[in-house]
């Protein structure tokens, strides 16, 4: 295993100890401030289908996505809960509940916030799977966009050699790899 996934899978060993599965009142949940930067600078909704209209969608295929993808948070020591993960779940729970709405959604609760980093690669792990791991009919210009978006710094131009995604892909090194993987034209995609 690759030395970045492995560590990852360590933390994260650590950090799934005593987590519970409980229902919690949807209007107790924030947004972690990385995610809530997160939301602020990319749409992810708008790379994942053409329109983000969830009305064809009856309430109990919402709450049955939300037993299938639970959101993962944190609570807070005021008793709130902050979102680490299950954006899109998230997303979809609250145009099905108000904010006066006090019904209850699953979710897996952590026993503690994670550090910033192991924060970063959940949020990235989260948004990148529809886009990378559900096989979601995607692009080359969308998968250029949102990798380079989410991988790609100043300090790190590479979105392969990212340690990030070197932790959550290590068998993928090269845009052709990807590229195979996903089952798209290399020449549609332009990663470093």
Known sequence: MHIHAEHFKKVLDKLLVDVKLEMIGLHHVQL?????????????I??????????????????????????????????????ISGLLTYQKLC?????????????????RRPNKDVLR??????????LLKQFVNVTGDTVTQSLSTWFVS????????????????????????????????TKTVRLK
């Open 95 to 111: 145009k099905l509940h108000t904010e006066d709405d006090k019904g209850l959604v699953p979710a897996i609760v952590l026993p």
């Open 154 to 185: 100043v300090e790190q131009p590479s979105v392969f050699n990212s340690p990030e995604w070197q932790s959550l892909f290590p068998m993928i090194k090269t845009k052709t790899q990807l590229c195979e993987w996903l089952h798209i034209s």
């Open 32 to 44: 972690d401030r990385t995610l809530k930067d997160f939301c602020e600078s990319y749409n992810l």
């Open 46 to 83: 708008s790379t994942l289908k053409p329109s983000s209209d969830d009305s064809i969608e009856s309430p109990a295929s919402i709450l049955l996505d939300s037993y299938q993808a639970p959101i993962l948070v944190s609570k807070t020591q005021a008793g709130y809960y902050r979102l």
């Open 121 to 130: 690669l959940l949020m990235l792990n989260d948004i990148v799977r529809p």
